[in-house]
């Protein structure tokens, strides 16, 4: 038996060492070098999968130049519905056929009241004019973005922003506001986009939060007739999207997948809420769009924002697929680190007490 206590105790120190040396293994040189080869290999793979994603809208030119800043143009054509009197729900938008035809695809709008009202200072501009300088805003957007969370400018080039940007989603400027310094500002990302409401309660943005409540009060007193239509129009709003999204790219399209999402996701927020928050979206918000997964990017995580390169296409769920491999290996790596800090204490009991046996 003292045979066996010994060799398990040498085994451990044994183990005990070979970590120690890992760690001195990471002052050397070629680590970094094996780094920068990282780095050049994530940039060639975004610029190669970016551009396969965004490369339709400017084949069989220029019949599918109607993509750019579509998403801007239908927000705009929502909130000028309703200063006109109409439902802004029946407002569209449309882009060519792929290949080009003589018939063109309908694009409906499905924000919630606060994103139609959030449009509205802006109806005084041009059509044109603003989907210029709405296009320009989701560009400068996402730079703030990468500046913000110190990641190279290169990374436009990650698919989901990289789409994100060409059709000029509110997602884009959602997420720049909810990284902005003003309490003011980040009350306004919800308005862009509802569930940016997910990530400002882990994020404990709590001021924000507070003018977003205030504020969602007063839109309902004031324009309750907007709600009651939004109400009135909701469950084929909701059809529309789901099938015009096959579902999206989030794991709502099926409850198994769903409920293992969910239940990693819960796992995640027990070791990091904030990174839980952020992956909530992506991962199981109903009919979600391939650019929802940019809520990604404040993790900076290179081997997350690798996987979610596969975007696949919609009802696939291959973003949710990514995610739970993501939180598989957080939860691996912190098990193995929470057992790391206790072997080295161990070991060193277990080789000073030897000698008095």
């Known amino acids: 038996m003292g045979r066996l206590i010994a060799g398990a105790l040498s085994a451990v120190v044994g183990l005990r060492d070979r970590l120690v040396i890992a760690h001195e293994l990471d002052r050397v040189p070629w680590r970094r070098a094996l780094s920068l080869a990282g780095l050049v290999a994530l940039f060639f793979w975004f610029a190669y999968w970016g551009w396969r994603g965004i490369s339709d ?3 069989d030119w220029p019949n599918h130049l109607d993509v750019l800043g579509i998403d801007g143009r239908l927000y705009y054509r ?5 200063l006109s009197g109409g439902d802004p729900w029946t407002a569209y938008t449309t882009t060519n056929t792929w290949p080009a035809s003589g018939q063109y695809i309908h694009f409906l709008f499905t924000g919630p009241p606060p994103t139609v009202l959030a449009f509205v200072p802006f109806a005084w501009i041009p059509e ?4 210029i300088g709405w296009f320009g805003l989701t560009v400068a957007a996402a730079v703030y973005t990468l500046r913000r969370l110190h990641l190279p400018v290169w990374w436009l080039m990650f698919p989901p922003l990289a789409q994100g940007i060409i059709v ?3 997602q884009i400027v959602c997420l720049a506001l909810l990284l902005c310094g003003s309490s003011w500002l980040r009350a306004l990302a919800a308005p862009m986009k509802a569930y940016a409401v997910i990530p400002m309660v882990t994020e404990r943005q709590w001021r924000a939060l507070t003018i977003l409540v205030i504020a969602g009060i007063v839109s309902l007193l004031l324009f309750w007739p ?3 239509q939004y109400i009135a129009d909701y469950a084929k709003v909701q059809d529309w999207i789901i099938g015009a999204t096959y579902g999206g790219f989030s794991a709502a399209q099926d409850l198994r997948l769903f409920a293992l999402t969910a239940s990693a996701l819960a796992l995640l927020a027990l070791i990091d809420t904030k ?10 918000w109903p009919a979600a769009q391939y650019y929802y997964a940019t809520f990604a990017l ?7 924002a690798a996987a979610l390169v596969f975007g696949g296409r919609p009802g696939e769920a291959t973003v949710p697929w990514a995610i739970n491999a993501y939180v598989a ?4 790596l912190w098990l193995f680190r929470r057992a790391r800090t206790s072997w080295p204490a161990f070991g060193a009991h277990g080789v000073e007490s030897a000698p008095g046996e």
């Open 57 to 59: 809208t400017f084949s």
């Open 78 to 82: 929502a909130a000028q519905m309703w």
């Open 128 to 131: 044109t004019p603003f989907v």
């Open 168 to 170: 000029a989603n509110p």
């Open 226 to 228: 907007l709600w009651r």
């Open 275 to 284: 990174a839980a928050g952020w992956l909530a979206v992506p991962a199981l």
């Open 298 to 304: 404040p993790l900076r995580s290179p081997w997350l």
């Open 329 to 332: 290996c957080r939860l691996m």
